[in-house]
């Protein structure tokens, strides 16, 4: 069973940068590819960015593009750690933020989809505001 922690909760002024982290762990890992995904009050939850395993492919959101980027280092076989890192942040950003496993997918871009995740953490709140 995996298992996902994420880190790096805060307050951040808006234009400014913020980089969360997600600890994973468990068996399996390199068949998962890890996904970050948000969720704003009274919105549905939203796929923002997913890396693959080994060859570490990335795929994102057009909502976050440009300004968002992920990063996987598998330390150990049954330990990963995942960052996104968060540039250009606006108050639209303000969500709970969301890492999740995620088996393979026959397209990559469903690692998107909330339907496609195996486990997920318990989320960190990112607030945008001056």
């Known amino acids: 069973q995996v298992q996902l922690v994420e880190s790096g909760a805060g307050l951040v002024q808006p234009g400014g940068s913020l980089r969360l982290s997600c600890a994973v762990s468990?068996?399996?890992?390199?068949?998962?590819?890890i996904a970050w995904f948000r969720q704003a009050p009274g919105k549905e939850r939203e796929g923002l960015a997913c890396i693959s395993a080994n060859q570490h492919r990335t795929y994102y959101a057009e909502s976050v593009k440009g300004r968002f980027a992920m990063s996987r280092d598998d330390v150990k076989n049954t330990e990963s750690l995942v960052t996104l890192q968060m540039n250009g942040l606006q108050p639209e950003d303000t969500a709970v933020y969301y890492c999740?496993?995620?088996?393979?997918?026959?397209?990559?871009?469903?690692?998107?989809?909330?339907?496609?995740?195996?486990?997920w953490g318990q989320g960190a709140q990112v607030t945008v505001s001056s």
């Open positions: 999740a496993a995620v088996p393979p997918t026959m397209l990559f871009r469903l690692c998107l989809s909330s339907g496609s995740v195996e486990a």
């Open positions: 468990g068996d399996g890992l390199d068949q998962l590819a």
